[in-house]
Each structure stands twice: as C-alpha cells, then as structure tokens.
C-alpha cells in the first residue's frame, strides 16, 4: 500500500470517512512522475529559448530591466510564495490551526514594509546587489564583503528550505518514506537550479516565476473552490469540522496550540513574528527583482501586483489547512509527514475522490506537479541571487581589486557567476540531507530571521540615517549575521529534540528556536554602536548623492 493509502485508511473518526479502497500502487505515482516531467521539459525549454536571447551582465542578473510592473509582480509573488508557503503554511494550519495561521499573516504584512521603505528606494540606488545601494555611499571594500556574505548565507538558508520539501513530495508521490528517495530528488532538483542560472541568467529565471505563478493560484484556487463546494460554502462548518479532525477539540481554533504552552514558546512565536514582518524587506532574491524593471515607479507597481497575489494566495492557504485538518485530520497528516509538508496533495487527492479514483490520482498528480514546479522556480532565483553576490560584490570588487589586479569585465562576472552557481548548489544539497525532518515554512522563518538582522538593518541606516558611517556598516552586518547564525546552531533546530538537524546529539543552550527576537535588536545595535565609535567622519556628500538617486532616480541603472 502507498503512502498516500496509508494516510488515508489511518483518517479514520478523526476525518468523519470510511477510507477509499486503494488504488494500484504505482497509478497516481505514474502520472504523477508524467507531469513532473512536462514540468521540468517546460521550464528547460524556456530556460535554453531565453537564454540564446542576451549574454550580456545586464541581462544574466537584471534580465535586461524590460519587464513591465504585471510580470515583475507575478514573477514577485512567484519568488516570495516558495515551498514554504504552498507546503509548509497550509501543513502548519493543518496542524496547528491557529497558530498556523500566524505564518500567512507574517509573510504578508512584510510586503508593507517592502512597499513604504525599499522598494522604489532599492530600484534607484542600486544596481544588481543590495551591496550596490550600500557602496554608492561607502565606498569600501569591507562593506561589500561584509553585505555579500551575508547574502549568501541567507540565500543558502532558503535554498535549504525548498530542498527539503522537494525531498517530501517526491517521497509521497513514490510512496516511500525512504532517504534514498528523498536524497536523489534533492540532488535532481539541485542540478536543475544549477542549469537554470548557468544558461538562462535573470531573464530566464523571470518568466520561470511567471509561469509557475500562474500556476499556483490556478491551483490554488481550484482547491479552494474543490473546498468550499464539500462544504456547501459554511465557513463555519468547514471550521468546526476541522476542530474534530484536529484530535484538539476547541482549542485547535484557539491561539496556543504550538506557541502557548510557556513563556518560551510565547517568546518564540513573538521571535518569528519580528522575523516575518522584517525578514522579507532584506531577502537578496526580492531586492534583485526590482532592477528587472526600467523605472522606480514600475517597482512600487510590481510590488502593490505583488501584494494582491500573494494576499489572495494566503487567503486560500488558510481555507486549504483547514480543509485538509476537515478532510484527512491532524493526526493522519502527521502521520505521512511529521512536518505536515504533504497535507495540501494529500487533500488533493481526497477531493479528487480519495486514492481509488481517476480524478482523485489526476487532482494529486497535477497539484504535485505545481508544488515540485515551485520549488524548481525558487531555487533559481535564490541560487541566482546568491551567485551574483558572489561574483558581483566578492569576487570582482572585493578579492580582485584587493590583490591589486585589472578590473573585472562584466564577461568574467558572468562566467565566475555561472561557476559559482555550480558551488553554490552543490553546498546546498550537501546541507539539505541534514534537514530533511524540518518544517519548510519553519527553515524560512530562519532565512527571515538572518535577512532581518544582517541585512535590513544596514539597508535602513544606509538609505535613512546620515551619520552612519563604514564601520556602522560593517558592524551592522557582522552584528547582525554572527549572532543569529550561532544562535540557530545552538539552538533546539539543530540538537536535543526528535526533529533536530542531530537528533542524538544535544549541545543547545539557547532555548528560542527562531532566533530574531535578540538577532534583529543586536543588527540595528551594532550599527549603532559602530557609527558613534568610528572616528569616520560622516561624508554628506555621498550621502546626498544617494539621497537625490534613490528618491528622483537621477543617475540609476
């Protein structure tokens, strides 16, 4: 029997339904496979057609800055709504309730902060990087080392993240909770992203967010509707049913269930809390997209593009963990995958009509096929973001310049950015086997936590306070970075719980496991610190340079 039939027959009471007799084992495994490989054929293909188009650095890491304001918000909202939310949200909701629900409403309220504070500004200021907008007003080799660091880490974080609910899904779909399926699809799914960035750069990577967007709203409200329909549009029996399958009772609907049991786990949900709000405004892969349109003006669009989709989206992501609490129960959930990564196929194939049904197997093949073409369209991005800091910011204007050598050509950017992917995504893979056990949407809260306390608080001083000075950057980042990278490995994720990174093992003394609540604050305070101890003097020069650029857009890219 599958694992998708195991689910089912262990619903039981907790869902209200006699399970559905299984299906032949390989049937919606089959199909399944099919249309992952229309996806990965389609997305090849638009990959080798975009990338014949431009070779030059304008095009491999701004994709030519002529996207219009509808297709960068759909390609934003294709960047921002990763595994993590179409997995991991709606798993956490299935789970959780509730508590659950405060993920969808963290990720996106971030969006305001990315629309009132960065997003024209960034458009102006830089170029490709966000050390761009640092570097126009310090000029200094540290401060770019320092930002592009930081870029890659919590680029390596998120890539993580997507990996990991690449390895479920297939391991479901193959009905198997084997590691050596989960291992192989990582590395496929690894050499894909690498192959994506290597040949088709930005602009490639762009219209692979847009069709996948399309996608998962498709989906996504196809499910929703599948939803509301079985429950004759009652929001409220959708939601008391969901307390009966949730083995909670009330208080599934009731803040707690996850972040309510002491003052820890209240401070820990306070922690993510900050990390969502303030985690998306210094994500490298978001601040990228904006110079892939022409004007300031086009990225305050794309962005308010952005937050309709990506509010739409979270609306459904709550309707589907409830649905899939209704349908299936918290328990069976928990059951194929600890982490509740697999609640919204599994929900799928219950809609369709449960294992035993044609429509069933085509319902959970199809939305298996737009949750692995999620994660394929976000690790391009991400490893996209990554191998420019790398060859942008480290390696042509920080070692080269170091060592005394000739400037860098924007041809031998591109090609140490393609090397570069291709170390990148072997580092990830290798990471990723250690964290097969974690909640996606748990892995980006942690991304959240590290972009919003090395590289928010750099971005805000650098664009809005005119003391800051070179050590304050420096110090912003490292003061910021340091801190919550070594919280995090000392930390419950890592060790001393049954879902640890090492189980076996324990050496955790911090007992938070998102680590924002003292990370972002010691951010912002080391910048501080750092520019009223620096015997810099402030330059108002450049800072009124950057000032006119980023708010007029005189002299941008």
């Known amino acids: 029997m599958s694992a998708a039939a195991t689910v089912t027959s262990a619903v039981g009471s907790a869902a209200g339904a006699a399970a559905p007799a299984p299906a032949p084992a390989g049937e919606h495994h089959g199909l399944a496979v099919a249309l992952f490989a229309v996806v990965v054929l389609v997305t090849l293909a638009i990959t080798l057609w975009v990338g014949r188009r431009g070779q030059a650095a304008e095009d491999f890491f701004a994709g030519g800055r002529d996207f219009s304001p509808l297709q960068n918000g759909f390609a934003l909202s294709g960047d921002y709504l990763s595994a993590a939310s179409f997995l991991g949200v709606a798993g956490l909701i299935a789970l959780y309730g509730y508590d659950g629900v405060l993920y969808s409403i963290g990720f996106l309220v971030a969006w305001l902060v990315v629309l009132m504070l960065v997003a024209e500004l960034v458009r102006n200021a830089g170029r490709y990087t966000l050390a761009d907008v640092l570097a126009l007003r310090m000029r200094h080799r540290q401060v770019r080392a320092a930002a592009g660091s930081a870029s890659i880490v919590v680029t390596l974080l998120y890539l993580i993240a997507q990996m990991v609910g690449a390895g479920s899904l297939v391991a479901l779909l193959l009905g198997t ?19 994506y960035v290597t040949v088709g750069g930005m602009r490639a990577t762009t219209w692979i967010q847009i069709v996948k967007a399309f996608l998962l709203i498709a989906g996504s409200v196809l499910l929703t509707v599948l939803v509301l329909v079985r429950f004759h549009g009652d929001l409220a029996d959708l939601m008391r049913t969901a307390a009966e399958g ?22 820990d949900f306070f922690s993510l809390g900050l990390a969502l709000v303030l985690g998306t405004a210094g994500l490298p892969h978001i601040l990228s997209r904006f110079y892939t349109v022409p004007t300031a003006r086009a990225a305050r669009r794309s962005t308010m593009w952005a937050i309709g989709l990506v509010g739409a989206f979270y609306l459904m992501a709550v309707v589907l963990g409830l649905g899939a609490t209704a349908l299936i129960g918290s328990p069976a959930v928990r059951a194929a995958n600890p982490a509740g990564n697999t ?18 197997i085509i319902l959970f093949a199809l939305i298996s096929a737009i949750a692995f073409a999620t994660i394929l369209a976000v690790v391009a991005g991400l490893t996209l973001a990554s191998s420019a800091a790398f060859a942008h ?11 005394g050598g000739r400037p860098v050509t924007e041809q031998q950017e591109v090609r140490v950015a393609r090397v570069a992917a291709v170390a990148i995504g072997a580092l ?29 608080p750099v971005l805000l001083f650098s664009l809005f306070w005119r003391r800051f000075t070179t050590r304050g950057a420096i110090w912003s980042v490292y003061g910021g970075l340091v801190p919550a990278v070594l919280l995090v490995v000392f930390s419950p994720v890592v060790s001393g719980g049954r879902t640890a990174v090492f189980p076996g093992l324990d050496f955790h003394w911090f007992p938070l496991e998102n680590p924002g609540l003292v990370s972002i604050p010691l951010g912002f305070l080391a910048g501080w610190l750092g520019t009223l101890t620096s015997r810099e003097l402030p330059d108002p020069d450049r800072y009124a340079e950057l000032e006119v650029r980023a708010l007029t857009g005189t002299g941008a890219a």
């Open 177 to 195: 909770d084997s590691g050596q399926a989960k291992t192989w699809t990582i590395v496929g799914v690894g050499a894909l992203m690498i192959v």
């Open 246 to 267: 949730s083995g909670a009772g009330q208080r599934y609907l009731e803040p707690g269930l996850k972040y309510g049991t002491g003052l820890t786990s209240r401070l």
């Open 343 to 360: 609640a919204v196929p599994l929900l799928a194939l219950n809609l369709g009509g449960g294992e035993g049904s044609t429509w069933g």
């Open 393 to 403: 910011d480290l390696y042509a204007r920080v070692w080269r310049r170091a060592g």
């Open 428 to 456: 990830a893979i290798v990471l990723s086997l250690f964290a097969q056990q974690l909640n996606v949407a748990f892995l980006v809260g942690l991304a959240f936590a590290v972009a919003a306390s090395a590289n928010l």
